[in-house]
């Protein structure tokens, strides 16, 4: 992380132009039954597409009531046992742990020195530069209005197992210019190495949405 960025070329996202640059896609819907994609799925390469897959089960209730409106959760890398979460817009600069197990409360985390705008996803994966320790990636993108001439990615490093609630400091942040102005975005990607990133926006006109990259 240097600068505020994500090396050297992470100020700009690079864009696809639509379907014909998404790569491989799906060309049936779901199975009726909720079951896979049927036959005209295509494989993208690289991890095998899960075949099957067993029905949702309860296990408990998120047991944070301040956790009113959850707009992104990933599972630790630290400890895998810990789901990190947070508000969508109007919260502070929040993450909130719940337990994989039966979704009690284990904690709030503040991220130190962090303005939160409009938080929208969270995403795990390494740190920059540093393959072996563990971030988290906090994705402050959204923008309904498509009015920011900016948006930020807060990098933080993953607490400990077992870490007791208490201020996180971050890495830094990775601040991003869309190509074409602003997009109203929800999802991020991180590559497990750190070394790149994905947000997805919500689609224009026509329901098309882009995948806008960084680094790599």
Known sequence: LRDGRLGEDAGDMRAGDGPADAGPVADSAPAADGGPPG???VDAGGPQRCEAWASPASVGQAG???????????AGRVDPSRLWLHNDSGDDAVLYALSVEDGRSLGRFLLLGVDAVDFEDIAAGACPGEPERACL???????NGRQRAAV???VVPEPP???SPGPLRPLGA???Q???GARDAEALLVAPDGAALWIIDKGGEGGVSQ???AGG
């Open 161 to 163: 197992a077992g870490a």
């Open 174 to 176: 990775v601040t991003l």
């Open 64 to 74: 944070e009531p301040l956790l009113l409106e959850a707009s992104g959760v990933v």
């Open 39 to 41: 036959d005209g799925a």
């Open 211 to 213: 995948v806008f990259e």
């Open 178 to 180: 869309y190509p074409g």
């Open 152 to 154: 930020r990615v807060h």
């Open 137 to 143: 990636w906090v994705a402050d993108i959204g923008d």
